[in-house]
């Protein structure tokens, strides 16, 4: 059977056990060019196998680039401790209050040190800032971040504005009688020319 390299000659594959294909690299002495067999054999063998190799790396389709962790959120929707810039953003939160039957608890954490904290029945308002680590939460309901700042947010006094003069000389005649609710200062007497 004729070779169409005398030096070099691949085989059919033979069948293992398991199904696996095997091929032999059948080397036959000869001279080429002042080569030996030998080294022209091998020579063949590593430049057909560097073209097979360079030929499934070319072809292997890129490595997708790894998913960047999801941006921090602007809820807060559950009792727990949240850091800041990596569950959630700082920024300014306000809950609409308590869940029933129980008082809002938050904390703002530096580190170990506690920056602000609150114990309320109210719809809490808290700015959290860039430089706080942890923000807990316990029995409030969810938390929105808002685009105003706490004066802007502050539900309802209970009072509207201006009450609380009235409402202080009705009780100040109550407590002290004769007494009046503050006015503006007399005006003062003009001086004696002199």
């Not at 030998?38 to 292997?60: D, E, F, I, Q």
């Not at 942890?134 to 201006?162: A, Y």
């Not at 009780?171 to 609710?181: E, R």
Request: charged content about 15%; glycine content about 12%; overall charge negative.
């Amino acid at each position: 059977m004729p070779h169409p390299d005398p030096a070099a000659v691949a085989r059919p594959p033979d069948e293992q056990a398991h199904g696996e294909r095997r091929f032999a690299l059948v080397v036959r002495p000869a001279k080429l060019g002042g080569m030996s067999s030998m080294k022209a054999a091998v020579a063949g063998a590593l430049a057909v196998a560097g073209l097979w190799a360079g030929a499934a790396v070319a072809n292997a389709e890129p490595t997708p680039a790894p998913t960047p962790p999801p941006a921090p959120k602007t809820t807060i929707d559950g009792d727990g401790t949240y850091t800041v810039g990596v569950d959630i953003a700082p920024g300014v939160y306000k809950s609409a209050g308590p869940l029933d039957g129980s008082a809002c608890y938050w904390k703002r954490l530096n580190g170990d040190t506690m920056v602000d904290n609150g114990l309320t029945k109210k719809s809490p308002v808290v700015t959290i800032d860039p430089t706080d680590t942890t923000f807990r939460t316990s029995d409030c309901q969810s938390w929105e971040m808002t685009d105003c700042s706490q004066v802007d947010c502050k539900g309802p006094s209970g009072l509207p504005p201006g009450a609380l003069g009235p409402l202080l000389s009705i009780l100040g005649g109550q407590i002290n009688p004769g007494a009046t609710a503050p006015g503006p200062p007399p005006s003062a007497a003009p001086a004696p020319a002199g």
